[in-house]
């Protein structure tokens, strides 16, 4: 069966029912439909003196076109600590409709382990992403409407530096200029769209704690700047209210259930590339203080989405991780080794491990951090025994083990052996979790730390410019803020097409970008876009309905 096939053959119970097994109430419970439903904002914030869980966290190699299952192995070993009698919630980010119809399609897992109902899932869901979208592009509006109202602000229209934004996959939008036709449409400006996950309002969602917060958080967005290059915020615009009551249903957590009808919160879904890749603070907040054990992820490979996961969100939020998984795929790892994606059916221990060097350079970045980790090596029906072994021997010279698991086809069945050793690393004492870098250090320190230590670039380079513009954050008061690196997922390098684990590289920095709201400063290195464009065939040229009205080629 497909994945798909999978999930329409699941019998989904009702939402009160998955709700009671976090013991929340049907009443603090907002339906959408019957099979979605968000926990009402008072009773989340009623649970802010319950003690936390254990937290884990789910990261993995760098990615491959042929695929590792971060998501699959999340829900997998989420099912799989349930069976074992463990009171575990998923948390997950929720999908961008640009990558749904660009070229990665659904992201709700796969197999026997899925969240559900995936259509929904990967489509509109809940319309959080449509919310972002609706008050980022409010506080544009309102841009444009002050300057044509006089600009009291006296707002330089060559220093805007808000853009709008569009859940979509759409090169043409990258660079426009608004304000075309005569008077009565405004005074021409150069702009652009962003895609909506790469947003300042999604990252202030997923790290604000209260409505309180999130609105504090919107009014201290930097819009632009005046002639004398004093910044202009968003509460400067009085927008701030506005955007907060656009914001206020978005904001609370949306629970759905996975195949074997185990809770998951799915909040938030910022990009792990040209954001901070995790899923919302007060959804993994509610997870923790409602369950014994709350597994989550990351996005993209472990020096993208598992970094900022502990350097920006668990610094925000006062979390602390006791555990990481990492996954890889002998698929995955052949091709860091060198072999071409037609090719990976054919047993290569060679190739299999030269391309480990990948997976060993994640593991000894994870253990920086100060904290255990296990891998999860998600099998394919083509893996030899020989290359499991070899892998396995691999892994364990560098003293973590790796666990064979078969989720996607046997579901929580499949990731038994995984969820006990998780369990194990759990109940020990080995998580001595801290960042990678102090509050205090420079911000071009913090990124010099980050490229030498995880990605192992030899040095970092910036132009006057953009050291400048750093030195002037830094007197403005930003310079303890962590940074958030926008580079390529495919490699530890820039260039996406380096493989395995490269060393002597250098991290150029292209531009920065002040999130002041969501507290965090953006480095865009070599050609990341934060609005991507469709591949030559997107996935939207396969999807469509069948003739019961079904959906079809979206996962």
Request: aromatic residues 6%.
């Amino acid at each position: 069966m497909s994945d798909i096939e999978i999930a329409r053959a699941a019998t989904l119970r009702p939402m009160e029912e998955i709700a009671a097994k976090l013991d929340i109430p049907a009443s603090a419970l907002e339906p959408y439909g019957r099979s979605k439903a968000k926990i009402a904002n008072d009773y989340v914030a009623s649970l802010s003196d319950k003690p936390f869980g254990k937290l884990v966290l789910v990261t993995a190699i760098s990615p491959t076109a042929a695929g590792e299952g971060k998501t699959t192995t999340t829900v997998g070993l989420g099912d799989a600590m349930n069976k074992l009698g463990k009171k575990t919630t998923i948390c997950l980010r929720e999908p961008s409709l640009g990558p749904c119809f660009g070229m990665k399609g659904g992201a709700a897992g796969g197999g026997h382990a899925q969240v559900v109902p995936m259509e929904d899932i990967n489509l509109h869901f809940t319309g959080d992403l449509h919310a972002i979208t609706a008050a980022h592009n409010l506080l544009s509006a309102m841009i444009d409407n002050h300057i044509y109202w006089g600009n009291e602000l006296g707002i330089d229209q060559r220093r805007i530096v808000w853009r709008r934004v569009v859940d979509m996959n759409d090169r043409a939008l990258r660079s426009i200029t608004t304000g075309l036709g005569g008077v009565t449409n405004g005074y021409p400006t150069e702009s652009g769209f962003d895609i909506t996950v790469a947003s300042e309002v999604m990252a202030i969602l997923c790290l604000a704690e209260s409505l309180e917060d999130l609105q504090e958080r919107l009014g201290k967005i930097v819009i632009a700047y005046k002639h004398d290059k004093t910044a202009v915020t968003c509460k400067d615009l009085k927008a701030d209210g506005a955007m907060a009551v656009l914001l206020k249903e978005a904001f609370q957590p949306n629970l759905v259930q996975t195949l074997e009808n185990n809770p998951a919160l799915i909040h938030g879904g910022p990009f792990a590339n040209i954001a901070h890749g995790c899923n919302s603070v007060i959804a993994t907040k509610t997870a923790l203080r409602t369950s014994d054990f709350t597994v989550t992820e990351a996005g993209f490979g472990a020096d993208l989405g598992a970094e900022k996961f502990f350097d920006i969100k668990c610094r925000q939020a006062g979390l602390t991780p006791d555990a990481v998984v990492l996954v890889a795929t002998i698929r995955a790892l052949k091709m860091h080794g060198g072999v071409a994606k037609a090719d990976l059916g054919n047993t290569d221990v060679e190739a299999l491990k030269k391309g480990s060097a990948n997976l060993a350079r994640h593991i000894l970045n994870v253990k920086q951090f100060g904290l255990p980790v296990v891998v999860a090596l998600n099998r394919f029906s083509g893996d030899s025994a020989e290359e499991m072994q070899a892998l396995q021997e691999i892994t364990r010279e560098l003293g973590v083990e790796t666990i064979i698991c078969e989720h996607w086809a046997k579901g929580s069945e499949g990731a038994l052996d995984l969820a006990r050793h998780v369990t194990t690393l759990l109940e020990s004492t080995q998580a001595q979790f801290a960042p990678l870098y102090r509050d205090d250090l420079p911000i071009l320190e913090k990124v010099k730390t980050i490229a030498t230590r995880i990605y192992r670039a030899d040095e970092i380079t910036a132009a006057p410019s953009v050291k400048s513009q750093l030195k002037k954050w830094e007197a403005e008061g930003y310079g303890h803020l962590p940074v958030c690196i926008a580079k390529t997922p495919y490699s530890f390098s820039t260039d996406q097409k380096a493989y395995g684990a490269p060393t002597g590289h250098t991290l150029d920095i292209r531009s920065v970008r002040l999130c002041a709201g969501a507290g965090f400063i953006v480095v865009l290195t070599g050609e990341v876009l934060t609005m991507p464009g469709l591949p030559r065939h997107p996935a939207a040229e396969t999807i469509g309905l069948d003739a019961n009205g079904n959906i079809e080629g979206l996962f």
